[in-house]
């Protein structure tokens, strides 16, 4: 009697080349608005990974109501980080650059970090990969720019809260504050 072993090739080599996909989400403020547009990139990106056979969807790393110029705080951005570099994951799909990170410091250091561990990141909007020859240039201009629009948004809340306490007028959330009555 003859033992046969049954193995289908086609099937473990189309597995063995799935790419390990996920995505990254950010929504900057808390407000209503945002949430929407949280929602649907989670959905979105979640559909658009499960969509492609010849992808292992890992999940949608994001972050709500967190900041773009600093990376301390973005603990699904930290974590999603670490597991690629950990090999867990192949693919990063963010919708833009100013949405991965609004420092060119930050940004350039962690997408050369992925690169050595052989990980992308593919910036949507920006329809650029991060294995790109010259995407270092283009990061650090667009990063630049999403760095600036931020400055320039604090300076202006800034701006407007001096006007208003200028003029008398200004807003205090509490209704007791230092044991007076709003």
């Not at 209503?32 to 499960?50: G, H």
């Not at 980080?81 to 650059?97: E, N, P, V, W």
Request: contains cysteine; proline residues 1%.
């Amino acid at each position: 009697m003859q033992i046969r072993e049954m193995f289908e090739i086609e099937h473990y080599e189309k597995q063995k080349k799935k790419r390990n996909v996920c995505a990254y989400a950010r929504v900057s403020t808390t407000k209503d608005l945002q949430y929407t547009s949280y929602d649907y990139q989670v959905k979105t990106y979640t559909e658009m990974i499960n969509a492609n056979e010849d992808w292992n969807f890992i999940g949608v790393y994001a972050d709500e109501g967190k900041s773009g110029t600093n990376m301390t705080y973005r603990d699904n951005f930290q974590l999603m980080i670490q597991l690629a570099t950990s090999g867990f994951i192949d693919l990063i799909i963010t919708k833009s650059i100013s949405r991965f990170a609004r420092n060119v410091v930050d940004c350039l250091n962690v997408v050369q970090e992925l690169k050595r561990h052989n990980v992308e990141v593919y910036f949507e909007t920006d329809n650029i990969s991060s294995f790109d020859p010259k995407i270092d240039f283009v990061i650090s201009l667009l990063a630049s720019m999403a760095e600036e629009e931020s400055r320039n948004t604090s300076d202006n809340v800034k701006w407007n809260v001096r006007s208003r306490f200028a003029e008398g007028k200004f807003h205090v959330v509490s209704k007791r504050l230092l044991g007076y009555d709003n």
